[in-house]
């Protein structure tokens, strides 16, 4: 599987061992001492992961899953922590965390949470690469013709939909072929078929 992994510790001994251990199950593996060198230099991307130490100085891994959150389709973030703490690691798992290890762990329960979190992440780049697909398609279209989309998907025949909206068939039936035209499809089949 390739992909990128993302490995962010302040300690750089643990920063050199994650970095090796990683590039052994071919992806390309990205070292950050700290949060901020981070985010100065990530980009969302299809396949990729996170692997985050808890307690960094500056922004520590709650605070860096916290920014991430706002950005679009972040990736899974497995956190890191040589200390045992349950509301910590409650908190994190609350925020979105795809997992959270204790230091020491086993090189083969990482790697393979590691291999885990990349396939997450194309099921959910793919979902965001479809929305996005979706929303632009929406825009080519009039807020009127957007409305007349909405019910059509709702399975509303042109009737419903002209009652819905107080506008006469024929009116609906004109929305509806603009929209037709306009995103390229044939078919109301066709049309459901795009926004699902």
């Known amino acids: 599987m390739s992909g990128t992994v993302y490995v962010v510790d302040d300690d750089a001994s643990v920063l050199k061992m994650l970095?090796?251990?990683?590039?052994?199950i071919d992806?390309?593996?990205?070292?950050f001492a700290s949060a901020q060198g981070f985010l100065n230099d990530y980009r969302?991307?299809?396949?990729?992961?996170?692997?985050?130490?808890?307690?960094?100085?500056?922004?520590?891994?709650?605070?860096?899953?916290?920014?991430?959150?706002?950005?679009?389709?972040p990736p899974p973030i497995i956190f890191l922590t040589g200390f045992a703490d349950v509301g910590?690691?409650?908190?994190?798992?609350?925020?979105?965390a795809f997992d959270f290890v204790q230091k020491p762990c086993s090189a083969n329960?990482?790697?393979?949470?590691?291999?885990?979190?990349?396939?997450?992440?194309?099921?959910?780049?793919?979902?965001?690469?479809?929305?996005q697909a979706q929303n632009a398609r929406l825009e080519l279209l009039t807020p009127k013709e957007r409305m007349v989309v909405r019910h059509v998907l709702e399975?509303?025949?042109s009737r419903e939909i002209s009652q819905s909206l107080d506008?006469?068939?024929?009116?609906?039936?004109n929305h509806r072929a603009r929209i037709m035209e306009k995103l390229h499809v044939e078919s109301t089949v066709d049309?459901?078929?795009?926004?699902?």
């Open 19 to 24: 970095g090796e251990l990683i590039a052994s």
């Open 27 to 31: 992806v390309e593996v990205r070292t």
């Open 44 to 73: 969302p991307s299809s396949c990729q992961c996170l692997v985050c130490d808890l307690r960094m100085p500056e922004i520590d891994g709650i605070g860096l899953q916290k920014r991430l959150a706002g950005m679009n389709c």
């Open 88 to 96: 910590i690691a409650v908190e994190a798992m609350k925020e979105g």
């Open 109 to 131: 329960v990482l790697l393979g949470k590691i291999q885990q979190a990349l396939r997450l992440s194309q099921a959910r780049y793919a979902i965001w690469l479809d929305q």
């Open 155 to 157: 399975g509303m025949t």
């Open 167 to 173: 506008l006469s068939v024929r009116t609906v039936e």
């Open 191 to 196: 049309l459901v078929k795009l926004f699902k």
